[in-house]
């Protein structure tokens, strides 16, 4: 069989193939709260045969909201809708997951179709949190810089929102520590200027981030999945880069994360990226390697061909889907015609296999 439909254990949780929905932003909540565009979104990922649906990157607080139409999970009282989803998504046959991020320097902005520019007063800004007083572009307001105790509160913040992802029944929690928010802004030294225990370092850098995952990985069971999301290189001349990443990688292994979502750039405004097809797989390649993790492959990975040939030369062990699956949400289902593999498919559609 193809190794795309090879199921993969990982702790309790078994995948029955490869393919993972990457967590997308969809700017469609009302405080923070998920709705039936979520439902149908999530869903019907599940209904094409992916094997891990991961809901997009859930704010643990108010603050941490990239926008104001964020999905969230720092109240109990958004836990109801979330459990219909998960519930529908198992009930395909595939795992639910969840992202849970804070957007750092780049919260407070208005949504993608709406301008993606910061709000205004009054609009309902708020103040951001990042390591500094360093803003994402020069035109972006300050953020504040975090004392101890608002780390203190980030922990507890990431604690609660992973204890609530279990009540709603997520099976597979990922830390986003990618693409230029509030943790990976702190592993940067690009954007972490600070002097006390959280910054300077590489050891110092990365505190945080470990305290993050020790807190998440205290109330999960040793039977459920952590993931972490990580920007393997800011494409940026004295940035994180891919050494780093390996490095951290083999420390996160060591704190109990069982897999690395290897995304990369979106901390600096003088990123240069090389953008083509399946450029990211390489960072995936090498922490898999020389970290001895799972990893998950991302980034313009479009056809079946190309994400079995990255499983079959051993580059990652799961394919990380997005843009594809918007395009196509039964993609893993057309992808097992193409690579003559027996999957199943929802008795509804049966009549449509052939």
Known sequence: MALLFEPLSVRSIQLKNRIVVSPMCEYSSVDGFANDWH??????????????????????????????????????DHIEFLKRITAFIAAQGSVPGIQLAHAGRKASHTSPW???????????????????????????????????????????????????????G???????????????EFLSPLSNNRTDDYGGSFENRIRILLEVVDVVRSVLTEMLPLFVRISASEWVDGGWNIDDSVQLARLLKNKGVDLIDCSSGGNSHHQKIPVRPLYQV????????????????????TTAEEAEDILQQGKADVIVLARQLLRDPYFPLHAAKKLNAEVHWPVQYERAKL
């Open 282 to 301: 390489p960072f995936a390649e090498k922490i898999r390697h020389e970290a001895g993790i799972l990893t998950g492959a991302v980034g313009l990975i």
């Open 170 to 184: 997520f099976k597979v929690i990922e830390i986003h520590a990618a693409h230029g928010y509030l943790l990976n």
């Open 39 to 76: 439902l149908v979104h999530l869903g019907s990922r599940a209904v094409g045969g992916a094997a891990l649906v991961i809901a997009e990157a859930t704010a643990v607080s108010p603050e941490g909201r990239i926008t104001p139409d964020d999905l969230g999970i720092w109240k109990d």
């Open 114 to 168: 709406k301008g993606n520019r910061p709000l205004k007063i009054e609009e309902g800004a708020w103040t951001t949190l990042a390591p500094g007083a360093i803003s994402f572009k020069e035109t972006d307001p300050l953020p504040k810089a975090m004392s101890i105790d608002d780390i203190k509160q980030l922990k507890k913040d990431f604690r609660d929102a992973a204890l609530r992802a279990i009540t709603a």
